[in-house]
C-alpha cells in the first residue's frame, strides 16, 4: 500500500526579493497529498500540485518524485530552493542546522557563503631557516614592486593581470603585502571581520582575484588570520562588487555568535531585511551550529542536491516567497492494534527462563512448583 505524501504551502501575497514574511497572516494556505510523482506550481497568488509531465516548467517551485513509498524532493537549478533552519531537524539529533564548507546562508536577502571550517584550530607551517637555498634567478623579469630578478618556489614571479611588457610580473607575496594594506580589519567579540574595496591593477584597471593558483595549488592573495581555535570564515556575496567583506569566527567550545543588523552583534550586516539579532552560529565540538533567532524573513541554507524523503519524517522548505511543509507518515492502523490487544490468553506463547546452568526451561504459568536450583 503506497504512503501518500501530504504537502501544505504558504505564500506571501506580497512579491518582495523572493522573501517570505514568517510574521504575516497574508498568505495563501493550500493543502495537497499524493501518492504519485509531480509538481508544486505557484500559479498567481495560490500552489497547485500537478502530476503532468507535460506542462511547462513556468512557475514550478519544486518536483516531487515517488520512489518505492519514498519521495525525492528537487529543483530546476535556476529556483533552488532553501532549508529553512528554524524547521530543520538534522540526522545527528542537535538542535539547528549543522554547516559544511560551501553552504551557503540567506539571511533576509543577503548571502553568505561558508569558505572554510577548521575545527582544530589553526597550524602554522614551519618555513625553511634559509630561504636563500631554493631562491632561482627568473630568466630577465622582475618583479615591478621590488624590483627583484629571482624567485623562490613559495615566491614565484606571477601574471595577475594584463600588463604586459616588464609590467608584467609580480612576486606573488610583493602583491600579497600590497594588498593586505588595502584591507580593513575590526574585531567584535569572537569575530574578525575584513573587508575591502575593489583591488585592481592600477595600471590596466583589472580586478585582482582573492586566491591564485600556483603550480596547481590555491594560493591566497587576501590572506587573513586564522587563529588557533576552532573557525569558520563566511564570504557575504552581496553584489556590490565595489566592496568585498570576509568574517572569521572563533571562540571555545559551546560559545554562540549572533548575525544581524544591530550593533550588538559580531556579524553585523546592515539591511532592512536581516533582523537585529537575526540568527546565531554555536560552536561545539560536534560542529558549527546556526540556528534563527524567530527573525522576520527567516534563516535559510541552500539545498545543494535533492532529498530523500523517508518514511515517517518531515521537511520545510522555501523557494521564492512560498513555504512548503512536506511530511510522509505511515497512517494509523487502528485495526490492526485492536487486534494485537485482544488475543486471548491461550495464544500467548509460554515464558522462556534461563537457569544458572544457561539452559531453557518453560513457565507454564499452572500449579507447577519451581524447579530447584
Not at 62 to 69: G, L, M, R, S
Not at 146 to 152: I, M, R, V
Amino acid at each position: 500500500m503506497s504512503i501518500p505524501l501530504s504537502i501544505r504551502t504558504f505564500t506571501w501575497k506580497r512579491d518582495s526579493h523572493g522573501l517570505f514574511d514568517y510574521e504575516t497572516k497574508d498568505m495563501a494556505i493550500n493543502n495537497f497529498k499524493t501518492v504519485k510523482s509531480g509538481r508544486v506550481i505557484l500559479a498567481g497568488e495560490s500552489c497547485e500540485f500537478n502530476t503532468e509531465n507535460s506542462l511547462p516548467l513556468e512557475g514550478v517551485l519544486v518536483q516531487v518524485y515517488e520512489t518505492n513509498n519514498e519521495y525525492v524532493i528537487r529543483s530546476e537549478k535556476q529556483d533552488r530552493f532553501w532549508f529553512v533552519v528554524k524547521d530543520y531537524h538534522g540526522e545527528e539529533g542537535y538542535k539547528g542546522y549543522k554547516l559544511s564548507e560551501d553552504d551557503i546562508i540567506k539571511i533576509g536577502r543577503i548571502k553568505l557563503k561558508v569558505k572554510e571550517i577548521n575545527y582544530k584550530g589553526y597550524e602554522p607551517i614551519q618555513e625553511l631557516k634559509d630561504e636563500e637555498e631554493d631562491e632561482r634567478p627568473s630568466n630577465g623579469a622582475a618583479c615591478r614592486f621590488c624590483l627583484g630578478d629571482t624567485e623562490k618556489d613559495n615566491n614565484p614571479l606571477i601574471t595577475p593581470c594584463k600588463c604586459s611588457g616588464s609590467m608584467r610580473f609580480i612576486h606573488y607575496k610583493c602583491l600579497q603585502v600590497w594588498l593586505m594594506e588595502k584591507v580593513k580589519s575590526k574585531q567584535t567579540g569572537n569575530s574578525v571581520s575584513y573587508s575591502w574595496t575593489q583591488l585592481q591593477c592600477e595600471i590596466c584597471k583589472e580586478l585582482y582575484p582573492t586566491s591564485i593558483k600556483i603550480e596547481g595549488k590555491l594560493c591566497p592573495l587576501i590572506d587573513v588570520h586564522k587563529p588557533p581555535l576552532p573557525y569558520i570564515i563566511l564570504q557575504d556575496l552581496r553584489n556590490e562588487r565595489s566592496e568585498q567583506s570576509l568574517h572569521v569566527l572563533s571562540s571555545v567550545d559551546n560559545s554562540i555568535v549572533k548575525i544581524g543588523r544591530g550593533h550588538e552583534n559580531e556579524i553585523r550586516v546592515s539591511d532592512i531585511s536581516v533582523s537585529r539579532c537575526h540568527s546565531t552560529i554555536k560552536i561545539s565540538r560536534n560542529g558549527f551550529f546556526l540556528e534563527d533567532n524567530d527573525s522576520k524573513f527567516g534563516t535559510l541554507v541552500l539545498a545543494r542536491k535533492p532529498v530523500l524523503l523517508k518514511r515517517n519524517s518531515s521537511l520545510v522548505v522555501q523557494c521564492k516567497r512560498t513555504v512548503i511543509q512536506f511530511s510522509l507518515k505511515e497512517p494509523y492502523n487502528l485495526m490492526r492494534i485492536c487486534l494485537v490487544c485482544c488475543r486471548s490468553s491461550s495464544e500467548i506463547a509460554p515464558e522462556q527462563q534461563v537457569d544458572e546452568r544457561g539452559q531453557e526451561w518453560e513457565e507454564e504459568l499452572s500449579e507447577q512448583d519451581e524447579p530447584s536450583a
